[in-house]
């Protein structure tokens, strides 16, 4: 089992930032850690993935250029830089853990991010 806990939510202005962090604990991280986010009536979509193997990243189109996924083996940590905010990105964003096999099957319990116009 890999237990993950998200922090770093919260309101900001539209053009403002914030840095979401994810510590995962429980058992060696098998492949990808991500960020999904679930908007009020819409379905949960992903929005990066990093493999932690070698780093390589994924980015949903919509958050190219203005999000930055990094991570910390170390602390078997991920974060999430969110930059250029806009309205739409408001969600309740969660971090997943997938299994060796690359599916996303570990969550985190969701941090809000409310970005006002």
């Known amino acids: 089992q890999v237990q993950l806990v998200e922090s770093g939510g919260g309101l900001v202005q539209t053009g403002g930032s914030l840095r979401l962090s994810c510590a995962a604990s429980?058992?060696?991280?098998?492949?990808?850690m991500g960020w999904f986010r679930q908007a009020p009536g819409k379905e949960r979509a992903i929005v990066t993935h990093?493999?932690?193997?070698?780093?390589?990243?994924y980015y949903a189109d919509s958050v190219k250029g203005r999000f930055i996924i990094s991570r910390d083996n170390a602390k078997n940590t991920v974060y999430l830089q969110m930059n250029s905010l806009k309205p739409e990105d408001t969600a309740v964003y969660y971090c997943?853990?997938?299994?060796?096999?690359?599916?996303?099957?570990?969550w985190g319990r969701g941090t809000q991010v409310t970005v006002s116009s």
């Open positions: 429980g058992r060696t991280l098998d492949s990808y």
């Open positions: 990093i493999r932690w193997s070698d780093g390589s990243i």
């Open positions: 997943a853990a997938s299994n060796g096999g690359g599916q996303f099957i570990y």
